[in-house]
């Protein structure tokens, strides 16, 4: 069994920073990319930032240069590092790992995170 928790959401002002973070726990091979999304009421879930085992990243576009992905293979855990917050970033945020078990590779899901950016 694996699983991913988040933490790290709450209410900011804007311009505020919030740091999340994911940790991965179980019987957990090796844990290869690893994510943030967010999904805000009544839009579809979308990427926000993706981190490679290699550390190469990728970012969607309202985001580059506010936010940054990292992560820490020894504690298996990824942060999502929030800074220049607007409201237009409210959402429930979700991490997301692909983990090799014993003999398989699957995509696993936190429960969700908080955030709201308002004054």
């Known amino acids: 069994q694996v699983q991913l928790v988040e933490s790290g959401g709450g209410l900011v002002q804007p311009g505020g920073s919030l740091r999340l973070s994911c940790v991965a726990s179980?019987?957990?091979?090796?844990?290869?990319?690893m994510g943030w999304y967010r999904q805000a009421p009544g839009k579809q879930r979308e990427l926000v930032a993706a981190?490679?085992?290699?550390?190469?990243?990728n970012y969607a576009d309202s985001v580059k240069g506010r936010f940054t992905i990292s992560r820490d293979n020894a504690k298996n855990t990824v942060y999502l590092q929030m800074n220049s917050l607007n409201p237009e970033d409210t959402a429930v945020y979700y991490c997301?790992?692909?983990?090799?078990?014993?003999?398989?590779?699957?995509?696993?899901w936190g429960q969700g995170t908080q955030v709201t950016v308002s004054s």
């Open positions: 179980g019987r957990i091979f090796r844990i290869y990319g």
């Open positions: 997301n790992a692909e983990i090799q078990t014993d003999l398989t590779i699957d995509t696993y």
């Open positions: 981190i490679r085992v290699s550390g190469s990243t």
